[in-house]
Protein backbone atom coordinates (compact mmCIF):
# COMPACT_ATOMS: atom_id res chain seq x y z
CA UNK A 1 0.00 0.00 0.00
CA UNK A 2 1.36 3.51 -0.82
CA UNK A 3 -0.11 6.52 0.66
CA UNK A 4 -0.94 9.19 -1.33
CA UNK A 5 -0.62 12.64 0.87
CA UNK A 6 -2.77 13.00 3.33
CA UNK A 7 -3.73 13.46 7.11
CA UNK A 8 -4.85 10.08 8.21
CA UNK A 9 -6.93 9.68 12.19
CA UNK A 10 -5.57 6.36 13.70
CA UNK A 11 -7.14 4.39 16.45
CA UNK A 12 -4.73 2.83 18.79
CA UNK A 13 -5.57 0.08 21.36
CA UNK A 14 -7.87 1.38 24.51
CA UNK A 15 -6.02 -1.86 26.21
CA UNK A 16 -4.77 -4.71 24.55
CA UNK A 17 -2.02 -4.25 21.81
CA UNK A 18 -3.63 -6.51 19.66
CA UNK A 19 -6.84 -4.56 19.20
CA UNK A 20 -4.61 -2.21 16.45
CA UNK A 21 -6.30 -2.98 13.00
CA UNK A 22 -3.85 -4.24 10.17
CA UNK A 23 -4.56 -1.21 8.43
CA UNK A 24 -3.48 1.14 11.39
CA UNK A 25 -0.26 -0.43 11.07
CA UNK A 26 0.34 -0.41 7.33
CA UNK A 27 -0.61 3.20 8.23
CA UNK A 28 1.58 4.13 10.64
CA UNK A 29 4.86 2.30 9.26
CA UNK A 30 4.17 4.31 5.61
CA UNK A 31 3.07 7.70 6.74
CA UNK A 32 6.27 10.45 6.41
CA UNK A 33 5.53 11.65 9.99
CA UNK A 34 3.31 10.94 13.36
CA UNK A 35 1.51 13.73 15.53
CA UNK A 36 1.14 11.66 19.03
CA UNK A 37 -0.30 13.02 21.98
CA UNK A 38 2.34 11.95 24.29
CA UNK A 39 5.72 10.41 22.35
CA UNK A 40 6.75 7.95 25.10
CA UNK A 41 3.11 6.13 25.08
CA UNK A 42 2.84 6.12 21.15
CA UNK A 43 6.99 5.48 21.25
CA UNK A 44 6.00 2.12 23.28
CA UNK A 45 2.94 1.13 20.68
CA UNK A 46 5.70 1.74 17.90
CA UNK A 47 8.56 0.13 19.48
CA UNK A 48 6.33 -3.09 19.82
CA UNK A 49 5.15 -3.46 16.37
CA UNK A 50 8.91 -2.18 15.17
CA UNK A 51 7.76 0.60 13.77
CA UNK A 52 10.45 3.57 12.80
CA UNK A 53 8.82 6.80 12.35
CA UNK A 54 9.74 10.32 13.20
CA UNK A 55 6.94 11.51 15.96
CA UNK A 56 5.73 14.96 16.56
CA UNK A 57 4.48 16.01 20.15
CA UNK A 58 0.81 17.11 19.01
CA UNK A 59 -1.68 17.48 22.58
CA UNK A 60 -4.19 20.08 24.07
CA UNK A 61 -1.94 22.31 24.60
CA UNK A 62 0.46 23.29 22.03
CA UNK A 63 -1.96 22.39 19.13
CA UNK A 64 -3.00 25.97 18.32
CA UNK A 65 0.44 26.69 18.21
CA UNK A 66 1.65 23.82 15.99
CA UNK A 67 -1.44 22.97 13.20
CA UNK A 68 -0.47 25.80 10.53
CA UNK A 69 3.07 23.93 10.11
CA UNK A 70 1.07 20.59 10.04
CA UNK A 71 -0.74 21.91 7.42
CA UNK A 72 2.33 23.45 5.65
CA UNK A 73 3.51 19.79 5.84
CA UNK A 74 0.62 18.39 4.42
CA UNK A 75 0.77 21.20 1.52
CA UNK A 76 4.07 20.30 0.93
CA UNK A 77 3.16 16.32 0.25
CA UNK A 78 3.84 14.87 3.52
CA UNK A 79 1.41 12.12 4.43
CA UNK A 80 1.39 12.60 8.19
CA UNK A 81 -0.66 9.82 10.80
CA UNK A 82 -2.20 11.81 13.98
CA UNK A 83 -2.11 9.43 16.82
CA UNK A 84 -3.89 9.69 20.74
CA UNK A 85 -2.51 7.66 23.78
CA UNK A 86 -5.75 5.21 23.45
CA UNK A 87 -8.17 4.91 20.91
CA UNK A 88 -9.78 7.14 18.06
CA UNK A 89 -8.36 10.63 17.67
CA UNK A 90 -10.94 13.61 18.12
CA UNK A 91 -12.79 11.59 20.22
CA UNK A 92 -12.32 13.47 23.45
CA UNK A 93 -8.60 13.53 22.38
CA UNK A 94 -6.49 15.75 20.14
CA UNK A 95 -7.42 15.19 16.53
CA UNK A 96 -10.24 17.47 15.78
CA UNK A 97 -8.53 20.75 15.06
CA UNK A 98 -5.99 19.04 12.63
CA UNK A 99 -8.21 17.69 10.82
CA UNK A 100 -10.55 20.72 10.84
CA UNK A 101 -7.62 22.76 9.49
CA UNK A 102 -6.35 20.08 6.80
CA UNK A 103 -9.92 20.12 6.01
CA UNK A 104 -10.01 24.11 4.97
CA UNK A 105 -6.99 23.73 3.42
CA UNK A 106 -8.16 21.52 0.80
CA UNK A 107 -6.52 18.13 2.05
CA UNK A 108 -7.69 14.64 2.24
CA UNK A 109 -8.49 13.36 5.58
CA UNK A 110 -9.40 10.04 6.18
CA UNK A 111 -9.89 8.46 9.56
CA UNK A 112 -9.32 4.51 9.85
CA UNK A 113 -11.89 2.82 12.04
CA UNK A 114 -10.87 1.03 15.15
CA UNK A 115 -10.60 1.38 18.65
CA UNK A 116 -12.82 3.29 21.13
CA UNK A 117 -14.17 3.20 24.37
CA UNK A 118 -17.49 4.09 23.51
CA UNK A 119 -18.88 1.60 21.78
CA UNK A 120 -17.89 -2.12 23.97
CA UNK A 121 -18.80 -0.01 27.12
CA UNK A 122 -22.31 0.75 25.41
CA UNK A 123 -22.80 -2.79 24.62
CA UNK A 124 -21.58 -4.52 26.99
CA UNK A 125 -23.65 -2.42 29.61
CA UNK A 126 -26.47 -4.47 28.54
CA UNK A 127 -28.31 -1.08 28.33
CA UNK A 128 -30.17 -0.14 24.61
CA UNK A 129 -27.86 0.48 22.42
CA UNK A 130 -30.05 1.28 19.05
CA UNK A 131 -29.79 5.34 19.92
CA UNK A 132 -27.25 7.07 22.47
CA UNK A 133 -25.41 10.15 23.12
CA UNK A 134 -21.78 10.27 24.12
CA UNK A 135 -21.06 13.60 26.76
CA UNK A 136 -17.59 12.34 26.68
CA UNK A 137 -15.94 14.08 30.58
CA UNK A 138 -17.84 16.22 32.04
CA UNK A 139 -16.40 19.56 33.44
CA UNK A 140 -14.28 19.15 36.33
CA UNK A 141 -15.66 22.51 37.81
CA UNK A 142 -17.65 25.00 36.51
CA UNK A 143 -20.64 24.29 35.03
CA UNK A 144 -20.66 20.64 35.57
CA UNK A 145 -24.24 20.18 37.56
CA UNK A 146 -25.27 21.85 34.73
CA UNK A 147 -24.35 19.82 31.94
CA UNK A 148 -25.83 17.19 34.09
CA UNK A 149 -29.04 18.94 34.70
CA UNK A 150 -29.50 19.28 30.89
CA UNK A 151 -29.37 15.63 30.87
CA UNK A 152 -32.34 14.85 33.16
CA UNK A 153 -35.20 14.43 30.21
CA UNK A 154 -32.21 12.61 27.82
CA UNK A 155 -33.90 9.63 26.78
CA UNK A 156 -31.16 7.85 25.06
CA UNK A 157 -28.72 5.79 26.77
CA UNK A 158 -25.80 7.90 28.03
CA UNK A 159 -22.38 7.49 27.82
CA UNK A 160 -19.38 9.44 30.26
CA UNK A 161 -15.76 9.50 30.25
CA UNK A 162 -14.41 9.74 33.80
CA UNK A 163 -11.49 9.77 36.05
CA UNK A 164 -10.79 7.59 38.47
CA UNK A 165 -10.68 10.06 41.33
CA UNK A 166 -14.39 11.70 40.33
CA UNK A 167 -16.04 8.37 39.49
CA UNK A 168 -17.84 8.14 43.07
CA UNK A 169 -18.81 12.32 42.82
CA UNK A 170 -19.85 11.66 39.16
CA UNK A 171 -22.56 8.73 40.41
CA UNK A 172 -23.32 10.79 43.11
CA UNK A 173 -24.52 13.35 40.78
CA UNK A 174 -26.19 11.28 38.88
CA UNK A 175 -28.42 10.35 41.48
CA UNK A 176 -29.59 13.54 42.43
CA UNK A 177 -30.65 14.11 38.73
CA UNK A 178 -31.44 10.80 37.50
CA UNK A 179 -32.85 9.24 40.50
CA UNK A 180 -30.93 6.71 42.96
CA UNK A 181 -33.09 3.47 41.02
CA UNK A 182 -32.18 4.60 37.55
CA UNK A 183 -30.21 1.39 35.65
CA UNK A 184 -26.53 2.38 34.54
CA UNK A 185 -23.29 0.42 34.08
CA UNK A 186 -19.57 1.28 35.27
CA UNK A 187 -17.46 0.00 32.92
CA UNK A 188 -13.52 -0.40 34.69
CA UNK A 189 -9.94 -0.92 32.50
CA UNK A 190 -11.66 -2.20 29.29
CA UNK A 191 -9.41 -4.01 26.88
CA UNK A 192 -6.88 -4.65 30.02
CA UNK A 193 -6.32 -7.32 32.14
CA UNK A 194 -8.27 -6.17 34.74
CA UNK A 195 -11.77 -5.37 32.85
CA UNK A 196 -14.41 -5.18 34.85
CA UNK A 197 -18.72 -4.21 34.39
CA UNK A 198 -20.18 -3.40 37.34
CA UNK A 199 -24.40 -2.86 36.35
CA UNK A 200 -27.14 -1.96 38.49
CA UNK A 201 -29.44 0.58 39.92
CA UNK A 202 -26.93 4.08 39.85
CA UNK A 203 -27.56 3.22 43.86
CA UNK A 204 -26.08 -0.30 43.82
CA UNK A 205 -23.00 0.85 41.66
CA UNK A 206 -22.01 3.59 43.93
CA UNK A 207 -22.48 1.66 46.93
CA UNK A 208 -19.86 -0.82 45.03
CA UNK A 209 -17.21 2.14 44.29
CA UNK A 210 -17.80 3.27 47.68
CA UNK A 211 -16.58 -0.25 48.98
CA UNK A 212 -14.19 -0.74 46.48
CA UNK A 213 -11.64 2.74 45.75
CA UNK A 214 -12.05 2.90 42.26
CA UNK A 215 -8.96 1.98 39.82
CA UNK A 216 -7.78 2.64 35.81
CA UNK A 217 -9.98 3.82 33.44
CA UNK A 218 -13.59 4.47 33.75
CA UNK A 219 -16.91 4.41 31.22
CA UNK A 220 -19.79 5.20 32.59
CA UNK A 221 -22.83 4.12 30.89
CA UNK A 222 -26.62 5.14 32.04
CA UNK A 223 -29.95 4.30 30.77
CA UNK A 224 -32.23 7.40 29.43
CA UNK A 225 -35.91 8.79 31.41
CA UNK A 226 -38.25 6.51 30.62
CA UNK A 227 -40.69 7.84 27.52
Do not use: W
Amino acid sequence: MYLCHMLYLVPTPVGNLEDITMRALKVLSEADLILAEDTRTSGQLLKHFDIRKPMLSYHKFNEHQTVERIVELLLAGETIAVVSDAGTPGISDPGFLVAREAIRAGVEVSCLPGATAVVPALVASGLPCDRFCFEGFLPQKKGRQTRIAQLADEVRTMVFYESPHRVVKALQQFIEVFGAERQAAVCREISKLHEEVIRGSLAEVLTHFLELEPRGEFVIVVAGKDD
